[in-house]
């Protein structure tokens, strides 16, 4: 059982680290949530592999895109 808490304007919970595991979530992951008449399912988002883009060169932009996660959001509202 995980409780609820919150962040920011924003309600979350905790994955637990065995499943985080087994869904191959990490942080900075995006999931989705969707509703079943059950109640809700977490869904990982699966990454599409590019074919010929350089290693080095996707982790660089993965590293800037974390760091500068906050301005890069604030750009796409404009």
């Known amino acids: 059982m995980r409780k609820v808490f919150r962040n920011g304007n924003s309600l979350a919970v905790t994955v637990p680290k065995t499943y985080a595991h087994q869904l191959s979530i990490r942080a900075g992951s995006e999931v989705e949530w969707r509703k079943t008449d059950a109640g809700l399912t977490l869904m990982p988002q699966k ?18 895109m974390n760091e500068h996660e906050d301005v890069l959001q604030e750009l796409s509202r404009k």
């Open 47 to 64: 990454k599409i592999k590019a074919s010929g883009i350089d290693l080095k060169f996707a982790k660089m932009v993965d590293e800037f």
